[in-house]
């Protein structure tokens, strides 16, 4: 995908005008591009749209004019747009309770290392690569970046409403499917140039 650039930006007072429209569009946006893996992971997909959306509340909030600051956040957004041929997503290990949170995080540990996120399709699977500096011997994040590079077969039967498409957390602490719905699957298709 193109890298976001400061001029697709939205000056902040125009920003401020029309956030509350935009915000709506990018909920429904992301309602397609979100999907729960068992009860405690879900994934949402990111497209240059979400995290435009995402880049202009950073600089909302943090009331960043700074060109230089600005750049940034651009910089740090732009490197979780998926590649050609690629799907990146926001893992999130959904933990509410605080009283059962570290029990949670402790099996989730080892998450991010090895084949244990995958993208089943035609057949096949290819499994989620992480972002490195999440985690460490004794403690995981609570959020991950992920990438998925599918084959072309794999496309080929994400684009088939027929095929069967999945995404999986197989793990230690936690093992859950998901069927990925048809409209999610369409999102896939153009973010995959397809």
């Not at 976001?4 to 939205?10: F, M, R």
């Not at 497209?47 to 959306?53: M, V």
């Not at 957390?169 to 990925?180: K, L, P, R, S």
């Amino acid at each position: 995908m193109k890298l976001l650039t400061h001029d697709e930006l939205i000056p902040q007072e125009e920003y401020e005008l029309q956030r509350e429209s935009y915000r709506q569009t990018i909920i429904a946006l992301k309602r397609r591009r979100r999907i729960t893996i068992g009860d405690k992971v879900t994934l949402v997909f990111e497209n240059r749209e979400t995290l435009r959306f995402q880049i202009q509340e950073m600089i909302r909030v943090e009331r960043i004019v700074d060109p230089k600051k600005v750049q940034e956040e651009l910089d740090v957004y732009n490197a979780l747009l998926p590649a050609s041929g690629e799907l990146s997503a926001t893992l999130l290990i959904e933990l509410t309770d605080p009283d059962t949170m570290k029990h949670w995080l402790d099996l989730f540990m080892g998450l991010d290392h090895g084949q244990k996120v995958g993208l089943r399709a035609g057949g096949e699977v290819c499994y989620g690569e992480f972002e490195g500096g999440h985690s460490h011997e004794t403690k995981i994040s609570a959020v991950h970046f992920v990438r998925f590079r599918p084959t072309p077969a794999m496309v080929k039967a994400i684009g088939d409403q027929s095929a069967r498409v999945a995404l999986m957390v197989h793990h230690a602490g936690y093992d859950a499917e998901a069927e990925v719905p048809w409209p999610m699957r369409q999102e896939w298709l153009s973010d995959l140039g397809v």
